[in-house]
């Protein structure tokens, strides 16, 4: 059974307009805290307040309150942003996606408040380890980070010398999570390399890219092998490796919205339908071999 850990906020930093990052310390057994590996979640326990009813609306896609105001213990699962090298913390990144918990904790939650983090718990990233994968391929979008900056942190910290591309899609610039900190980690080993891209701002008004840092406009496969682009032959790694390095040779994570892995979501009466296609769907166009993929789905488009 997972454990629980009663911890305290030592400090909440913005992140973006809808996001805050919180470093937890434990306030007395911390036995097994940071027995986790990179892409592990725990769940978190909070006490907020909030109106009584808070229903989902098909027609305005949002959550519409009513009722009076109640105080109740609500907890959600969120991925961890630090690594287990990183002893006496645990950093946990939460956005105000629509819900009945995350809008009301960032607003109500301050420094010095405590809470419970129940785990660590999950699967996701386990075959990375198992298979001792040396090339590995992060995809994200918004708030689907965390396990990627936890991964590279691992690696730096154990020297393990393992190649990680972290591919990141938001809307633009500013909605880019923890954006100084993923090129900060990219400067820190010529293992790394940061491919970011901005679906709805236009390339000009995008920081020009460098060797290790790249910024692109639109969505990632607009009819392209983007992994391939990023990784084949393009010199990055072949001063490393001494020889060419082939696409089909890394692992892919996925962590996102249903639409950003497999292009699954709602239509417009509100069921279940393939809308499009998602990075998991272009992999496996290119051929890239089903076992080398691994998803992580943090909300139902």
Avoid at 102 to 124: N, R, S, V
Avoid at 269 to 294: Q, R, Y
Wanted: a negative charge.
């Amino acid at each position: 059974m997972p454990n629980k850990y009663n911890v305290r906020a030592e400090k909440i930093t913005t992140e973006s307009s809808d996001s805050k990052s919180f470093i937890f310390t434990p306030i007395d057994n911390e036995e097994g805290l940071y027995d986790y590996l990179p892409g592990q979640f725990f769940m978190l326990e909070a006490k907020i307040t909030r109106p009584e009813s808070i229903v989902y609306d098909k027609e305005s896609k949002q959550m519409i309150p009513s009722g009076p105001d109640v105080e109740v213990v609500e907890k959600k699962a969120y991925s961890v942003v630090s690594s287990p090298t990183q002893k006496g913390q645990i950093e946990l990144m939460i956005k105000s996606e629509q819900g009945v918990f995350a809008p009301y904790l960032l607003d109500q939650f301050h420094e010095g408040d405590t809470c419970t983090l129940i785990g660590p718990t999950g699967k996701f990233m386990k075959e990375i380890f198992e298979q001792n994968s040396k090339f590995i391929a992060c995809w994200s979008a918004g708030s689907g980070i965390p396990s990627t900056l936890s991964l590279m942190q691992y690696c730096l910290d154990n020297q393990l010398g393992t190649k990680v591309v972290a591919f990141d899609s938001n809307k633009t610039l500013d909605d880019i999570i923890y954006h100084d900190k993923i090129k900060e980690m990219v400067s820190k080993s010529e293992h790394f390399k940061a491919v970011f891209t901005a679906t709805r701002q236009p390339l000009d008004q995008l920081p020009k890219s460098t060797s290790d840092v790249i910024y692109e406009s639109g969505r990632f496969w607009t009819g392209e092998n983007t992994l391939s682009k990023h990784t084949d032959n393009r010199g990055f790694f072949d001063k490393l490796l001494g020889k060419k390095t082939n696409w089909l040779e890394y692992f892919n994570t996925i962590c996102g919205s249903s639409s950003f892995i497999n292009g699954k979501g709602r239509d417009k009466a509100g069921k279940m339908a393939k809308l499009g296609e998602g990075v998991e769907d272009h992999l496996l166009k290119f051929e890239c071999n089903p076992s080398n993929i691994d998803k992580d789905q943090y909300y139902l488009q």
